[in-house]
């Protein structure tokens, strides 16, 4: 029988609490900083407005979600479903807003505070949604002529709690 996320309440046996399970969500989020932060580091200034179809989003507007998602992750943990679309601003605030969001998220997961909300939900939702949208900030780079180089990411060097928007140079990029 499989067990999903929604059973675990039922159960009792959710490992959301668990330390290895937060060591992971926590690995996790610097794997998101690591990323975000080459699509952000860099970008030139039209960056931020380019739209590759009318309709579409720009890369601005992906970058006030992602930090709406750690909002909306923090207060999950916390309990509530509390969901705000920000209205975007400029680049450099979204910037330091992710950044900050991202940070407030991985504090909460470090306090040993209860989660809330099964450690699979936060996955599933809010982070495994940051991650789409910065593989869709790396393929808008390239199609507006900025891209980002490639590089071995299981030799990047990335550590827990290393969430901002500063992070190590690339061990091993590619071409």
Known sequence: MIQRS???AATGSSPSGSEATRAFLRHTLATVAY???????????????????????TPVEILAHMG????????????????????????DQEAQRFFTTLQQFDAHLA????????????????????????GQLAMLRRLAGAPIRGENY?????AIGVVGAEQPPARQEFG
């Open 154 to 158: 299981a030799a990047a060097d990335i």
């Open 68 to 91: 709406d998602l750690f909002e909306w992750a923090l207060w999950m943990a916390k309990g509530k479903n509390k969901w705000r679309a920000a209205t975007p601003s400029p680049w």
């Open 111 to 134: 306090s040993g505070a209860p989660l809330e909300h099964p450690a699979e939900q936060l996955f599933q939702a809010p982070i495994a949604d940051a991650l789409t949208h910065i």
């Open 35 to 57: 990323r975000a932060s080459k699509c952000v580091r860099g970008a030139p200034p039209s960056f931020a407005g380019f739209r590759v179809s009318e309709g579409g989003r």
């Open 6 to 8: 929604g059973d675990y």
